[in-house]
């Protein structure tokens, strides 16, 4: 598993890398990446989301499904408390970015391929659970954290988002056993294909607007990697070891949480006036060690599980 994850990384690594070469051939500005990363957001991803949904009904899919929901909640808990440990605030930091970019992944733009590499559609329709948390807990807690304010307002605006009216459709077509003919089916499986490409492009045309000198020589920045990508991911892993669930349930969790920071810590930073400069600098620092740090926390992973079981 952690070889297939590590071909996933370098195959996205190579994505991005275009992604970077294109900004820097003038072919995609900032305000066309900005709407690009809005069609993987609002279309794309809830496109694939909704495919997974598209499969026969099982009570062990079902199972699994609540069980994903369960987890991810504890693993959110779990990740909020570490965070909260290991970065502690100072008054010459900006503690909450640093937070918010250890706490939250990219786990849509990211998760979703490597997942849907591992473990297929089935991976994805676990991941759907995953997701909703993550909007709900990123759009309460994530808005709080980086604003300072509680806008508790937002909480109903995540239930109107496109991935969350995927999800709703998909579980209701899920239980009702109600399956697309092919022909829509076909044009939405070409729809679904193009998530990772466009969303690895579109995280280097990101990428390419930090300053990677400037980056190198900020060692806090390689803190807050080393607590988001090996710390959390890990010591969410030793949680859900001893609990006797399936693999891939297990497996989706740890690698969505050891995912790189989200891309929205930038997006935040620019509408409540932070340093949006820092955000894209971790941003784009932990999405290039995440190629070496996932591998390594999906292998130490599956030895723990071994070991302790």
Known sequence: MALTILNQTVIMLILIIVGIICAKLKLISSSTNKELSQFV????????????????????????????????????????????????????????????????????????????????????????????????????????????EKDFKQVIKVFYSPTIIAIVLGIITFFLKIKLPDVPTSALQFIANINTPMAMIVSGVTISSTKITELLKNVRIYYVCLVKLLIIPLIVA???????????????????????????????????????????EIFAAGTILSVITLPVVVNLTEKLTNLLH
């Open 41 to 148: 957001l609002q279309v794309v991803n809830p496109v694939v989301i909704f495919m997974s949904y598209q499969k026969d009904y099982e009570a062990r899919l079902v199972k699994n499904l609540l069980l994903t929901f369960l987890f991810s909640v504890i693993a959110f808990a779990v990740t909020i408390l570490v965070a909260y440990l290991f970065i502690w605030k100072k008054d010459d930091r900006h503690t909450e970015i640093e937070r918010f970019s250890a706490i939250y992944s990219n786990c849509a733009f990211m998760g979703i391929p490597l997942v849907n590499a591992l473990f297929g559609s089935e991976g994805v329709f676990y991941l759907t659970a995953f997701l909703t948390v993550f909007n709900i807990v990123i759009w309460t807690h994530g808005v709080i954290t980086i604003s300072g």
């Open 238 to 280: 030793l949680v859900m070891i001893p609990f006797n669930i399936d693999e891939m349930v297990r497996m989706t969790i740890v690698i969505t949480s050891a995912a790189p920071p989200a891309a929205m810590c930038t997006l935040f930073c620019l509408k409540y006036n932070k340093n949006s400069v820092y955000a894209s």
